[in-house]
């Protein structure tokens, strides 16, 4: 992690790694790697006030010490996403390892969960050590406890919550709720719920961020589209389908030449001429003259 190193600004200091961090080994006896970050909802260190805001939280100790050296949350909200605000820690404040075994030895906690666990009837499990900010810079650790029925770790034994244990400036607490815990810590009152702020008007939606999207109820409607065209019914019966036009070769072919018809005259009817010649036969052809009828007696 680069904070781990580069957060000292001194060039001697950096260099002796005497103002080193370390991320802590996670305290869980059934984990064997770093203790990872957690998000949580918890009081917002950047603005330095009592507001809660969403954020993924790490402890960090004194480089190869177990001490308490800084807190680093990385904010989660949209406003400020990915502020990360660093909390250093002066003296020598127990870190996680120290928290867990300060917990797990106390007399009050030992002697009530032996209790839960004699003869094997329930499992005893340790959560995850969370680690909150609290009051003016200090710091809670908060560990669950979880019981399952019987020894073997079987599917169907779940475990449930039973006890939750915490631990604030040395002193540990302890209770089958969280507000149980905190009382013995803080005293009276200490484990009341917090009221929250109540809206100012339930109807009217709040105002979305500056750059948000618009959500989609309060967009324009769209335009319908127009309405399709009615298909005409399927005929009924076998549908003959058509011929296929034969192709044609893409060769151009001569234009056919188309002879003109010879149009008729229209003839109007003529009368034929009277002819001259009578029809009545002449004399001259067929009666022989007389002139030769008297040579060819002579001869």
Known sequence: MLLAKYHVNDPVTFFSTSDFWDVPLDPNPTASSYQPP????????????????????????????????AYISASSDPATYGKITVLTIPGQVNGPKLANNAITTDTAVSQDLGVIGRDNQNRIR??????????????????????????????????????????????????????????????PGAGATATGIAPTDAGAPASPPAGARAPADSLPAATPPPAAAAVPPAPSGPTRCPRPKPLRSKRSSPPSVRRATPRKRATSPVTAPRSSVSTTPSTSSTTPSRASSIGRGRG
């Open 126 to 187: 340790w959560g995850n050590l969370l680690t909150l900010p609290v009051a003016q810079g200090g710091l809670l650790y908060v560990e669950p406890v979880y019981a399952s029925p019987g020894a073997s770790d079987a599917a169907s034994s779940y475990p449930r919550l039973i006890r939750v244990a915490m631990m604030y400036n040395d002193k540990v607490g302890y209770g089958p709720t969280v507000s149980d815990a905190l009382t013995e810590i803080f005293g």
């Open 38 to 69: 957690y998000y949580i909802v918890a009081k917002n260190l950047a603005k330095g006030d009592n507001s809660a805001s969403y954020q993924l939280t790490s402890a960090m100790n004194r480089f190869k010490r177990d001490y308490l050296a």
